[in-house]
């Protein structure tokens, strides 16, 4: 191998290091996004359980002026 040929695979080979650095981190933070997500329906859902005892109509009368 010439040097030209060295140089061309080292710099290949960085190129894929970053490559697999940046997917690493790309699937990282999907999986956090994942968890978010799960974590924002299961609030919603408690949020929901909470009110599923209030009687009809409460709250339809609320007075919001300042």
């Known amino acids: 191998m ?3 040929a060295l140089a061309s695979a080292s710099v290949a080979a960085t190129a894929a290091q970053v490559q697999l650095a940046l997917g690493g ?3 990282k ?4 996004a994942d968890r978010s997500a799960v974590q924002l329906i299961d ?3 408690q949020n929901i359980e909470r009110l599923a005892n209030v009687s009809a109509g409460v709250g339809g009368n609320l ?3 300042i």
Request: hydrophobic share 50%; aromatic share 0%; no cysteine.
């Open 25 to 27: 981190s790309l699937l």
């Open 43 to 45: 609030a919603a859902q």
């Open 29 to 32: 933070l999907d999986i956090s």
């Open 63 to 65: 007075d919001r002026t």
């Open 2 to 4: 010439d040097i030209a």
